[in-house]
């Protein structure tokens, strides 16, 4: 019983669940749910794909989480490397043979999206810039690759945006939070290049334009009242908070807290595009 619920740890269900809330979102606001068989396969595609980057990840951080996160079911010896490795394997092959019973976009998306994942975990992650923006990247496709799913990619764009600048400041905050463990195995992340207050206020920069995007879609009539309240109501508060806690209070532990926070917005935001398209 203790192997299964490792391997669950492993998948992060949180996270795969939130990917398979992106994609049938952005089902949604494209106006389709038709054929509602394409919608299950690109939710399923899409949960298989994020459970095994969570376990490829894992297996490349076993180092890095033995300092930052020894509960974790790597460091901890609840599963095995080699088991984490075969285990994201057989999700990724299941999610690219899932993905390509829909079409040929979400095929090639999800290919895509696979070696990127993996490259990511491998050998980007470790450098300035490239890890944060591959994974944010990987993110929003999620948004364009549910779009696809139901014929129409373009209604996926705007989410796609949104949480790629979201995910692009959260993961910056992930790297200040870990820049222990990065630096002892030599990682090359942005807060241990160019130091913590660059870091501060990039993290910045990106929720400020973020901040200045959302309004994008109201302005121009694409999303109600609604949509422009929540945002304001539910999202501003807690990005205007990470910035001043970055300045004012950066220690580790408001750092995780302020990394749950953000994925926690991730969520309203979803809400915010889901009740006002």
Not at 104 to 123: D, G, K
Not at 220 to 229: A, M, P, T
Request: hydrophobic fraction near 55%.
């Amino acid at each position: 019983m203790g192997k299964w619920v490792g391997f669950i740890r492993l998948a992060r269900p949180v996270n795969v669940l939130i990917a398979i809330a992106s994609i049938f979102l952005a089902t949604f606001i494209s106006k389709r749910l038709d054929p509602m068989a394409n919608v299950i396969l690109a939710c399923l595609a899409g949960a298989l794909v994020t459970a095994g980057a969570n376990a490829i990840n894992d297996y490349f951080d076993l180092e890095i989480d033995r300092i930052n996160k020894p509960k974790r079911p790597l460091p901890s010896q609840q599963i095995t490397p080699k088991q984490a490795l075969v285990f994201a394997w057989s999700l990724f092959g299941l999610g690219l043979l899932t993905s390509a019973m829909i079409n040929f976009l979400t095929a090639f998306i999800c290919l895509f999206s696979v070696i990127l994942l993996y490259f990511y975990s491998a050998i980007f992650k470790r450098l300035a810039f490239w890890g944060n923006w591959i994974v944010s990247l990987v993110t929003g496709l999620a948004f364009i690759f549910g779009s696809a799913a139901v014929g129409t990619w373009q209604a996926g764009v705007f989410p796609a945006v949104f949480a790629f600048f979201m995910h692009w400041g959260r993961e910056i905050v992930k790297d200040m939070q870990d820049v222990e463990g990065d630096a002892a195995q030599q990682a090359k992340t942005l807060p241990i290049i160019y130091g913590m207050d660059a870091a501060k206020r990039l993290v910045s920069v990106v929720f400020l334009i973020l901040m200045g995007i959302t309004w994008l879609p109201f302005l121009q009539n694409l999303y109600s009242k609604l949509y422009i309240i929540i945002v304001i109501v539910g999202i501003y508060p807690i990005l205007i908070f990470t910035i001043y806690t970055l300045h004012k209070h950066p220690s580790n532990t408001r750092l995780g807290r302020v990394s749950g926070w953000l994925k926690a917005d991730m969520v309203i935001g979803l809400f915010a595009i889901l009740l006002g398209s």
